[in-house]
Structure formats: structure tokens, C-alpha cells
């Protein structure tokens, strides 16, 4: 890998691990259809992925910092009872939430690793991406206006859909946020509320992708070359990340009509265009 392919991957990852696109499907894409001699399989790629993991997820940590300080005070029963409980209740469902993706992930994780080595394949769960996304807006525009309910006021029941949702981003092309996102939809959440939820959902799952990449590399001598072009992405993962969640939670904010129609779009037509290209 050369440095620019790991900066343009670094920036990738920061934008399509947030944006409803799919950073998995872009990350094996975009060398396929660009012809890059990159082994995603090989001993040198895993490091260089864990950093960008990490990167992307102190990126959360920090516009998120509040949030979880709130929680943690919460629970801890220093904002008074109902607080407590309200902090409480997050926890529980952020818990609950995260419960099917390591289920899925500990049973499944190998086989689910044979899609990386197909592109043709990962540029139709794109299309089926954008799909799924055109689709939840079609249904709950037609379900008509719901009650706003904040994070606090969502069940268990939705916490347990949202997380089997999120099972769907194993599958390369679909995207993890995308994905959730449809979820909060779908149990009548609105788009602002979906994406936090998200968002705050995300977190444990990146620092648990990259603990587990770490564990892998336990027994790999990395060179300081690798070292520094992986600490260089992930700093640059990071600051496009911040960017992109800011950007996402105030278009969401403001847009709570087909907010999701233009990454729907996007996918649909990235996806058709790859496997044109990939095809001939």
C-alpha cells in the first residue's frame, strides 16, 4: 500500500463508517475497481485497519464525551433518582442492542469473510443498501407523523430490533449506521433520535472490532514503517470523522423527511456503476 492509497483510505473510512454508505463495502471496492495490490487478507492490512478503528472511534468519543459523562454520573446516582434511572435505562439498552452483533459476529465471522474477496457480490448489497434505505422512508412517511421520543423513552423491543438490524453490516455493502438507523425508523424514532442512537451504538462496536484486531496481531512483528503510515491514517480517519458525525447529526436535525433518500440514491447508483465496471 502506498501512502495516498492510505490516506484516500483513511478519508473513506471517516466518511463512510458514519454516512449510511458502508464503510466495509467502499473499503473493498474502491482497490478492486481501481486496481490497488492490496492483500485486505494479509498480515500488514489488519494493523493498518485496527488503527483506523481506533481512529474513527475517539472521533465518537469526543463529540460524544457528554453523553457518556451524563451516563456514567447517572448511573452512579450523582444527578438524583431520576436521572439514575434514566441513565440506567441508556446503559440497558445500549447493552441490549449490542447483544445480537456478538452473537452473529462470534458464530459467523468466517464465513462472512468470504464476501470480502468477491467486489461483484459487495457492489450488489450496495444497491441492496440503498434500497433498504428508500424503503424504511416509504414506510414510515406513509405510517404517517409519530410522537418524538428521545433515546430514554425507547423500549427494549427497540433496542433488540435496532441491534438485529445491525447484524446486517457484516454483510459488506450494507451499512452499519444505515442500517441501525432504519431500525430507530421503523419503531418510530425520528431521524435525529435514529442517529444518536446509532452513533452512540457504534462505539462499543468499533472499540470492540479493534480490540479484537489488536488480539490478532499479538504474535506479529509489525515494521515502523507500517507503524507510522497506519498512525498518520488514523489521525486523518479520526478528523474526517469528526467532520462527518457533526455534519450528520445537524442534517439529520434539520431534515426528518427522506433524509435518507440521497444516501439511498448514491448507493443504489454506486453500486450499479461498480459491478458495470467490475463486470466488463
Do not use: K
Request: charged residues 10%; neutral net charge.
Amino acid at each position: 500500500m502506498t501512502f495516498l492509497q492510505a490516506i484516500l483510505l483513511a478519508v473513506i473510512q471517516g466518511i463512510t463508517e458514519l454516512f449510511p454508505i458502508s464503510s466495509l463495502g467502499h473499503a473493498v471496492l474502491i482497490p478492486a475497481l481501481f486496481h490497488w495490490n492490496i492483500d485486505e487478507h494479509g498480515d500488514l492490512f489488519l494493523p493498518f485497519l485496527t488503527m483506523l478503528h481506533f481512529g474513527t472511534f475517539m472521533a465518537l468519543l469526543l463529540v460524544f464525551a457528554g453523553d457518556w459523562l451524563a451516563i456514567a454520573t447517572g448511573v452512579l446516582g450523582r444527578r438524583g433518582p431520576a436521572r439514575q434511572e434514566e441513565a440506567i435505562r441508556i446503559l440497558v439498552l445500549l447493552v441490549v442492542a449490542t447483544v445480537p452483533l456478538v452473537l452473529v459476529g462470534g458464530l459467523f465471522e468466517h464465513r462472512l469473510r468470504a464476501f470480502f474477496g468477491a467486489p461483484l457480490m459487495v457492489a450488489g448489497f450496495l444497491v441492496l443498501n440503498g434500497v433498504l434505505l428508500i424503503a424504511t422512508e416509504w414506510l414510515r412517511n406513509h405510517r404517517g407523523q409519530q410522537p418524538h421520543r428521545s433515546i430514554a423513552d425507547m423500549s427494549i423491543a427497540d433496542a433488540v430490533v435496532i441491534g438485529l438490524w445491525q447484524c446486517l453490516a457484516f454483510l459488506p455493502g450494507i451499512s452499519r449506521s444505515g442500517a441501525t438507523i432504519n431500525g430507530g425508523l421503523l419503531r418510530g424514532l425520528d431521524h435525529e433520535t435514529s442517529a444518536r442512537f446509532s452513533f452512540l451504538l457504534a462505539q462499543p462496536a468499533i472499540l470492540a472490532a479493534a480490540t479484537h484486531e489488536a488480539f490478532q496481531l499479538r504474535h506479529t512483528a509489525i515494521s515502523h514503517a507500517v507503524l507510522v503510515q497506519s498512525a498518520v491514517a488514523a489521525v486523518i480517519a479520526g478528523i474526517t470523522a469528526l467532520i462527518s458525525t457533526l455534519v450528520l447529526l445537524r442534517y439529520f436535525r434539520n431534515h426528518d423527511n427522506w433524509a435518507l433518500s440521497p444516501f439511498a440514491f448514491y448507493c443504489i447508483g454506486a453500486g450499479i456503476v461498480s459491478a458495470v465496471l467490475l463486470f466488463v
